[in-house]
């Protein structure tokens, strides 16, 4: 089974900065299938980056994903109150599909 | 609108069962493979289970193989979790999820809590 690990565990930033989040996998992941999702407290998950760097439907272009083998990288070019959340990457391997433990992004 | 809407949980004691549904609308069900995720309180994602389109093709977490099993009822746009031996660490909120063509999950249902405890 493929572990995803992301750090930092917190990010305490402001509104306007920039947030990079990382994801490291125990082995190499296909980029085609490592996901990002964000999700609010109370909230479902949402989809925000397939395929490692395309953004899904709705997605403000501030959201940006990047990454091949073993590290990936979500970026937020300039942070909104909305984007204040907690984040997590996801991977599709061997029939399996596992989550990193989250990065929650919180107000500084 | 493309939603899924989940329903079945609720308090049950350790070693028993319930039965999870969610409720497809907005696209053709029968087209798309599906999946449950499910969050324990203040925890991170884990994902459950997967069904192809068809229901020929079924994959569980080491977590709840043998224990669960998921099915789906194309003609009524539903999707099924029967979970049975229930522990305590099964307690979270169950999410529907749609299989997005490179394995995301593009839609989520709202989920639905399921409280094991005696």
């Known amino acids: 089974e493929i572990v995803l690990t992301q750090s930092p565990g917190t990010l305490s930033l402001s509104p306007g900065e920039r947030a990079t989040l990382s994801c490291r996998a125990s082995q190499s992941v296909s980029s085609s299938y490592l996901a990002w999702y964000q999700q609010k407290p109370g909230q479902a998950p949402r989809l925000l980056i397939y395929?490692?760097?395309s953004r899904a439907t709705g997605i403000p272009d501030r959201f940006s994903g990047s990454g091949s083998g073993t590290d990936f990288t979500l970026t937020i070019s300039r942070l909104e109150p909305e984007d204040f959340a907690v984040y997590y990457c996801q991977q599709y391997g061997s029939s399996l599909r596992t989550f990193g433990q989250g990065t929650k992004v919180e107000i500084k | 609108e493309v939603q899924l809407v989940e329903s079945g949980g609720g308090l049950v004691q350790p070693g028993g069962s319930l039965r999870l549904s969610c409720a497809a609308s907005g696209f053709t069900f029968s087209s798309y493979e599906m999946n449950w995720v499910r969050q324990a309180p203040g925890k991170g994602l884990e994902w459950v289970s997967y069904i192809s389109s068809s229901g020929s093709t079924i994959y569980y977490a080491d977590s709840v193989k043998g224990r669960f099993t998921i099915s789906r009822d194309n003609a009524k746009n539903s999707l099924y979790l029967q979970m049975n031996s229930l522990r305590a660490e099964d307690t979270a909120v169950y999410y529907c999820?749609?299989?997005?063509?490179?394995?995301?999950?593009?839609?989520w249902g709202q989920g639905t809590m399921v409280t094991v405890s005696s």
């Open positions: 395929g490692a760097s």
């Open positions: 999820a749609r299989d997005h063509l490179l394995r995301a999950f593009d839609i």
